[in-house]
């Protein structure tokens, strides 16, 4: 079984920034791609990044050059640097590893002046 915990969201003026984490119990965290999906209200939850077991990554077109995601393997943790914050980045960010179907309770970020 593996958990994942999110944790850094939080409220931030646009432009702002904040990182979340992504924690995960279990030995095959090395080997799985990670994904951040967010969830505003009264939409569908969106996929935002991912990253492979090899580093590689790929971003929503709406968060490319502001968002970066990154892994630490010895700390079985992935994480999402957000810049440039704006009020449509306001949601739910939920950390993901798609085989098994893992899901992390979420982390609340808003946006707001």
């Known amino acids: 079984q593996v958990q994942l915990t999110e944790s850094g969201g939080g409220l931030v003026q646009p432009g702002g920034s904040l990182r979340l984490s992504c924690a995960a119990s279990g030995r095959h965290f090395s080997v799985s791609t990670m994904h951040w999906y967010r969830q505003a209200p009264g939409k569908e939850r969106e996929l935002v990044a991912f990253?492979?077991?090899?580093?590689?990554?790929s971003y929503a077109n709406s968060v490319k050059g502001r968002f970066t995601i990154s892994r630490d393997n010895a700390k079985n943790t992935v994480y999402l640097q957000m810049n440039s914050l704006k009020p449509e980045d306001t949601a739910v960010y939920y950390c993901?590893?798609?085989?098994?179907?893992?899901w992390g309770q979420g982390t609340q970020v808003t946006v707001s002046s």
């Open positions: 993901h590893i798609p085989v098994g179907g893992y």
């Open positions: 990253v492979t077991s090899g580093g590689s990554t």
